[in-house]
Antibody, heavy 121, light 107 residues
């Protein structure tokens, strides 16, 4: 059964870059069957789709974050990554990595447990 | 961007009740609509995809319907673990926005 393990710092200073990684276990990213997404959730609020990275390395980002976000994959390590630059307090949230289902309309069928990130000096 | 609006924002019900949550899209999304349940302190979990397809392993008390702009999630008989927050999400076009959530509470 596929599981996603997230890692990264829980505290980032304003204006710096938030960097998170997500490790896939129980399956190989190299199969190319799935895409991989990042979602965030401020405390007590709803979910925001940040973007998606394809196994090929292609990406689709939320226009609201496009100028600051970057996603990538390393299939040899079975990992994918999120970088968000120039962070402010508004970027404080729980960040989730997730697997896209077999088709683009299949929903996000496997989720990481989430990483709580606070932006503060 | 396509905006997703859920109603109600909160709902009180009892174990065994039948409940329905509605999600409306600001433009047509055909049937590219997903539903998630999020228990407190946990990540969301996929319940329904493509408007009416039950995700593997999800109990059959959950069902979804709708197309175009209007969708519903129905729980036929509430169980204690169903008291949680529910989100819809469109996967028709990026950004794949979510609804604001419906908080289902115990009456």
């Amino acid at each position: 059964q596929v599981q996603l393990q997230q890692s990264g710092p829980g505290l980032v200073k304003p204006s710096q870059t938030l960097s998170l990684s997500c490790t896939v276990s129980g399956g190989s990213m190299s199969s190319g069957s799935h895409d991989w997404s990042w979602i965030r959730q401020p405390a007590g609020k709803g979910l925001e789709w940040i973007g998606r990275v394809f196994t090929s390395g292609g990406t689709k980002y939320n226009p609201s974050l496009q100028s600051r976000v970057s996603m990538s994959v390393d299939t040899s390590k079975n990992q994918f990554y999120l970088r968000l630059s120039s962070v402010t307090a508004a970027d404080t949230a729980v960040y989730y990595c997730a697997r896209d289902g077999l088709e683009f309309w299949s929903g996000l069928d496997v989720w990481g447990k989430g990483t709580a990130v606070t932006v503060s000096s | 961007d396509i905006q997703m609006t859920q109603s109600p924002s909160s709902l009180s019900a009892s174990v065994g009740d039948r409940v329905t949550i509605t999600c409306r899209a600001s433009q047509t999304i055909t049937t590219y609509l997903n539903w998630y349940r999020q228990k407190p302190g946990n990540a969301p979990e996929l319940l329904i995809y493509a408007a009416s397809s039950l995700q593997s392993g999800v109990p059959s008390r959950f069902s979804g319907s709708g197309s175009g702009t209007d969708f519903t999630l129905t729980i036929s008989s509430l169980q204690p673990e169903d008291f949680a927050t529910y989100f819809c999400q469109q996967s028709y076009t990026t950004p794949y926005n979510f609804g604001q959530g419906t908080n289902l509470e115990i009456k």
